[in-house]
């Protein structure tokens, strides 16, 4: 799940991703309550709730890793106490995933499970998210937190420090142009590896079938083949309406 959030509830702290009264947090409830059965994953990152449209805490035009780490952690929190199962935390800040650790159990929430974005590139294939959402940067842009497309070992590195911080799977987002990545954490390491079939991925799809270049369902189903035979164990895209139709 992810909140697409009106300007006039933004802020430079993301206050309102921790309000009793975010609706959000009352969707998951509702969900929760309708489909106790249903595992919900959200979405922790700053991006939605700032006025900024940066996944950490700006000032003076720079992102403050640090004191972004209380602010995500009260916003796990709150989603744990709403409902949510899997927490996805996908700003990419440093020991983000050991203060989220800390803060949830010591909610008594210590089996909330956690799938972190160890492995989120800095992407042109977010456009049409972002545009969905509204959350794109005000100034300036999100490479100086997220990760470089030609580095291979950051990727491992990111990877090694999420898993000792606790985190019990391994994001890596985009899928597509990261398949080798996928490949290369699913042989390092032994817990869940989850990609991320983003937004424009799935857009240039559409794009091209609605065009006549491609078959529409054929293409899909060897998209999401490809992410799997790299090694993902779970896929979230946007295709698993489609998907499952086809496969019933």
């Known amino acids: 799940m992810f909140p697409a959030i009106e300007e006039a509830l933004k802020d430079s702290t993301a206050a309102y991703s921790y309000d009793d009264a975010n609706f959000y947090l009352k969707a998951i409830r509702e969900i929760k309550k309708q489909f106790p059965e249903a595992c919900l994953m959200s979405d922790v990152a700053m991006d939605p709730y700032s006025s900024d449209g940066h996944d950490g805490f700006v000032q003076d035009g720079k992102i403050l890793n640090d004191e972004t780490l209380p602010i995500l952690a ?22 983000r995933i050991g203060y989220i650790r800390e803060e949830l159990d010591a909610g008594g929430f210590d ?24 959350s794109a940067p005000k100034a300036g842009d999100k490479k100086t937190y997220q990760m470089d497309p030609a580095n291979k070992y950051e990727a491992i590195l990111e990877a090694e420090l999420d898993i000792a911080e606790g985190a019990d799977f391994l994001m890596v987002k985009p899928a597509l142009c990261y398949l080798d990545i996928i490949h290369v954490l699913k042989e390092r390491f032994d817990v869940p590896i989850s990609a991320y079939n983003v937004s424009g991925e799935c857009a240039m799809l559409h794009a091209a079938a609605k065009n006549g270049w491609l078959d529409y369902d054929s293409a ?14 779970v896929i979230l895209t946007y295709f698993a309406k489609d998907y499952a139709k086809l496969n019933r």
Request: proline share 3%.
């Open 74 to 95: 009260k916003m796990a929190l709150a989603q744990a106490e709403a409902g949510i199962d899997i927490i996805g935390p996908s700003d990419m800040m440093d020991g």
């Open 111 to 134: 089996q909330t499970s956690i799938m972190s974005y160890s492995a989120k590139y800095a992407s042109a294939f977010y456009g049409p998210f972002r545009d969905a959402l509204d």
């Open 220 to 233: 899909m189903q060897e998209m999401l083949l490809s992410i799997k035979r790299a090694g993902a164990d």
